[in-house]
């Protein structure tokens, strides 16, 4: 079993900043790639980064200049840290892994999603 929580959403001015964090949970045999996606009202959830389990960051281009993936393995914690936000990324945010998790003497690789954390941005 693997469990994913998300914390430090919450609301923010016009350029204001906020870090969200991911913490993964479980019988965890290793943690691979874990992305950041969002959902605004009515839109398609959207991948905003995702980092690998060696560090490699990818991002949305339209949100590079302003949010920055990093992880701490030892914690098994994925942060979000995200500057000069805009009404634009109100969103819930929710954090995505793929897992291999213990089973016996070996594992068995899953993707798992948290139960995301709301971000606003009042316009």
């Known amino acids: 079993q693997v469990q994913l929580v998300e914390s430090g959403g919450g609301s923010v001015q016009p350029g204001g900043s906020l870090r969200l964090s991911c913490v993964v949970s479980?019988?965890?045999?290793?943690?691979?790639?874990v992305g950041w996606y969002r959902q605004a009202p009515g839109k398609q959830r959207e991948l905003v980064a995702a980092?690998?389990?060696?560090?490699?960051?990818s991002y949305t281009n339209s949100l590079k200049d302003r949010f920055t993936i990093s992880r701490d393995n030892a914690k098994n914690t994925v942060y979000l840290q995200m500057n000069s936000l805009r009404p634009e990324d109100t969103a819930v945010y929710y954090c995505?892994?793929?897992?291999?998790?213990?089973?016996?003497?070996?594992?068995?690789?899953?993707?798992?999603w948290g139960q995301g954390t709301q971000v606003t941005v009042p316009s």
């Open positions: 995505n892994a793929d897992a291999r998790v213990r089973s016996g003497s070996g594992y068995y690789s899953g993707n798992y």
């Open positions: 980092i690998s389990s060696g560090g490699t960051t």
């Open positions: 479980g019988t965890i045999f290793s943690i691979d790639t």
